[in-house]
């Protein structure tokens, strides 16, 4: 059980396109997603914790209008990265937490700009 | 601030050698989890271990092994007889109410190669 997803696994765009990443929980209701970022040989950093039905609540340093977070049930999230730029390329991770403390992770997508 | 300090960035062994991954925390909660996540190249993490900060109790699995002691704020990790597919990236991860429930802070991860 707890098993999340997440789709693409990799993608490549553009400069200046748009890309959407989703994240899923298979099965469980997930009350609380969160998205990280992960650079090369780097740890995860925090960008957003989103709560079904909420706003996201973004990390100091994160601009909110350039990954744009839905959270609209409970068991679908989507980050998009908008006006993608090369800097913006790095290992994508969602999790998801149910009622306890425990997060769920998913594969990760990871996102080259070209 | 919750941090975590994981001081050891690479460390390289021979094949069933032990070795024990160090991990700090830094937190002002009195109830809290620490956690070990490995990473392997292709990038999911994997989740080892949960344990909350009432339970000191060292935690065997197989020949994994993990020392709890909060009176130096250290949960380090040790494989025992390593073998090549324990090579990984692995995370000390800590959470707990000052940062806001169930939000994870991560260390810098410590790069393990088990060379065969």
């Known amino acids: 059980g707890a098993v999340v997803s997440q789709h693409p696994s990799r993608v490549i765009c553009k400069s200046g396109t748009s890309v959407k990443i989703e994240c899923r929980s298979l099965d469980f209701q997930a009350t609380t997603m969160f998205w990280y970022r992960q650079f090369p040989k780097q740890s995860l950093m925090l960008m957003a914790t989103?709560?079904?039905?909420?706003?996201?609540?973004?990390e100091q340093g994160v601009e909110k209008d350039k990954f744009l977070i839905n959270h609209a049930s409970l068991t679908l999230s989507t980050l998009t990265v908008t006006s993608a730029h090369p800097e913006d390329s790095s290992f994508y991770i969602c999790?998801?937490?149910?009622?306890?403390?425990?997060?769920?992770f998913g594969p990760g997508t990871r996102l080259t700009v070209t | 601030a919750q941090k975590v300090t994981q001081a050891q960035t690479e460390i390289s062994v021979v094949e069933k050698e032990d070795v024990t991954l160090d991990c700090v925390y830094e937190t002002r909660d009195t109830t809290y989890y620490l956690f070990w996540y490995k990473q392997p190249p292709s990038g999911e993490l994997v989740f080892l271990i949960r344990?909350?900060?009432?339970?000191?109790q060292n935690e065997i699995s197989g020949r994994y092994s993990w020392n709890f002691q909060k009176s130096t704020s250290s949960f380090n990790f040790t494989i025992t007889a390593s073998q090549v597919v324990d090579s990984a990236v692995y995370f000390c991860a800590l959470s707990g109410r000052e940062e806001g429930a169930q939000k994870l802070v991560f260390g810098q991860g410590t790069r393990l190669t088990i060379n065969p």
């Open positions: 989103s709560n079904e039905g909420s706003k996201a609540t973004y």
């Open positions: 344990r909350n900060s009432f339970d000191e």
């Open positions: 999790s998801a937490s149910g009622f306890g403390y425990e997060q769920y």
